[in-house]
């Protein structure tokens, strides 16, 4: 859906089942406040009510499963307590007119049995090249059990489960997690799966799981009210894929048929030459709302809505440090600066309290 010369970032747009105010979204940033219950807290309602006025919110990833814990800290959405802390959240941010949709995830071979005393699952048995935190310290990533194709249909249903509990919460829709390395992306790029029955091999069986997963999150919340991200050359979790624009093709295809609310690319770097190209497979082949990710600030952004090669851009670290990050673009106020190290953990410094305009300016 090409848009003309008139679309800024300021300007509303209908994405699904949502009409978003602007076109500043807020990316799934993972920040790990929920501690070891993954349960939701009042500092994180705080946290995404304080970016109610971003165009539209993405939750950090949540867990699908009680033992797929990547990161620790991060939320879930697995059980009767995760949907009620999630239910502050969704709560807070609609209370100040904001819209709120939850990033549902399984990391697959990324996870630990030092966090979740369980061995990873993955397409492959091949460990990701790297040290992960766990519980018992630093440690180098394991060897995954490899996924049964009998087992499939129950990884399905785990975030069928998900996106249920998510509408049970009061989310606005979800969004499958497809990119960076965790389990969807270790069964789509043909760096990590060697398979070779029903979900190996060729592009069209490779993607057979992210398709089944956004179907089965559609049976729930019907298609105006779900959302996919994939990142084709991001290298995150030692990734790759021998033929990423066959990819993005492909999916950017069989997404439009479903007409899904929007569709995400993230970028490693949006202006990257590869990933201009990427870009624009995605624009000729999804019909509908396409966000990307990955770099832009507010000029490059503006110019990638102008020009229509997007129709809304994703911000992620913008968002952490500024939560009034719209008000700062229609202002053009100066933006406050990040810091790194209270992105993962923590208490409430860092997270929220960022100042905002008015007590920037006090």
Same mark, same amino acid.
């Given at each position: 859906?090409?848009? %003309?010369?008139? =679309?800024?970032?300021l300007?509303?747009?209908?994405? #699904?089942?949502?009409?978003?105010p602007? /076109?500043?979204?807020?990316?799934?940033?993972?920040?790990?406040?929920?501690?070891?219950?993954?349960?939701p807290?009042?500092?994180?309602?705080?946290? !995404?009510?304080q970016?109610?006025?971003? @165009?539209l919110?993405?939750t950090?990833?949540?867990m699908v499963?009680?033992?797929? &814990?990547?990161?620790i800290?991060?939320g879930?959405?697995?059980?009767?307590d995760t949907?009620a802390?999630?239910?502050q959240?969704?709560?807070?941010?609609h209370?100040?007119? #904001?819209?709120?949709?939850? =990033?549902?995830?399984?990391?697959?071979?990324?996870?630990?049995s030092?966090i979740?005393?369980?061995?990873p699952?993955s &397409?492959a048995?091949v460990?990701i090249?790297?040290?992960t935190?766990?519980?018992?310290g630093?440690?180098?990533?394991e060897v995954? /059990?490899v996924?049964?194709?009998?087992e499939?249909?129950?990884?399905?249903e785990?975030f069928?489960?998900?996106?249920? /509990?998510?509408k049970?919460? #009061?989310?606005d829709?979800?969004q499958?997690?497809?990119?960076?390395? !965790?389990?969807?992306? =270790?069964?789509?790029?043909?760096?990590?799966?060697n398979?070779?029955?029903?979900?190996? @091999?060729?592009?069209?069986k490779?993607? *057979?799981?992210?398709?089944?997963?956004?179907?089965?999150?559609i049976?729930?919340f019907?298609?105006g009210?779900?959302?996919?991200?994939?990142?084709?050359?991001?290298?995150?979790?030692?990734?790759?894929?021998?033929n990423?624009?066959?990819l993005?093709? !492909?999916?950017?295809k069989?997404? &439009?048929?479903?007409n899904?609310a929007?569709?995400?690319?993230?970028?490693?770097?949006?202006d990257?030459p590869e990933e201009?190209e990427?870009?624009k497979i995605?624009?000729?082949?999804?019909? #509908?709302?396409?966000m990307l %990710?990955?770099?832009?600030d507010?000029?490059? @952004?503006?110019?990638?809505?102008?020009?229509?090669?997007?129709d809304?851009?994703?911000?992620g670290k913008?968002?952490i440090?500024?939560p009034?990050?719209?008000? *700062?673009?229609?202002?053009g106020?100066?933006?406050?600066p990040l810091?790194m190290k209270?992105?993962y @953990?923590g208490n409430?410094?860092g997270?929220?309290?960022?100042?905002?305009?008015?007590?920037?300016a006090a």
């Open positions: 859906m090409t848009q %003309n010369k008139t =679309q800024t970032l300007t509303p747009i209908k994405v #699904g089942s949502l009409t978003l602007n /076109r500043l979204v807020m990316a799934p940033l993972t920040r790990a406040r929920a501690g070891i219950t993954h349960v807290n009042a500092m994180m309602a705080e946290y !995404y009510s970016r109610a006025s971003a @165009g919110i993405m950090e990833c949540s499963a009680a033992d797929a &814990s990547a990161f800290g991060e879930g959405i697995f059980n009767d949907v802390g999630w239910k959240v969704t709560d807070a941010v209370a100040k007119g #904001g819209r709120i949709i939850m =990033q549902i995830w399984h990391p697959g071979r990324a996870a630990h030092g979740n005393n369980v061995q699952i &397409s048995a460990a090249p790297d040290e935190h766990t519980l018992k630093k440690l180098p990533y995954p /059990r996924l049964a194709e009998s499939m249909p129950g990884i399905v785990l069928r489960k998900a996106a249920e /509990r998510a049970a919460a #009061g989310f829709g979800v499958i997690h497809g990119a960076h390395g !965790y389990l969807v992306d =270790q069964f789509l790029r043909d760096s990590h799966n398979r070779t029955d029903g979900y190996g @091999g060729t592009l069209e490779r993607a *057979r799981l992210l398709l089944e997963v956004t179907d089965a999150a049976s729930v019907g298609a009210g779900v959302s996919i991200r994939i990142s084709p050359i991001v290298p995150f979790n030692h990734m790759s894929d021998s990423p624009k066959a993005v093709e !492909y999916v950017a069989e997404m &439009s048929k479903r899904i929007f569709f995400e690319l993230r970028h490693d770097q949006w990257r201009l990427l870009a995605a624009r000729e082949h999804f019909k #509908g709302v396409l %990710n990955g770099g832009f507010q000029a490059s @952004g503006e110019a990638a809505v102008a020009e229509g090669r997007a809304a851009i994703v911000y913008l968002f440090a500024n009034d990050l719209v008000e *700062r673009f229609a202002s106020a100066a933006l406050n810091d209270t992105l @953990g409430a410094h997270y929220t309290d960022y100042p905002v305009l008015e007590a920037a």
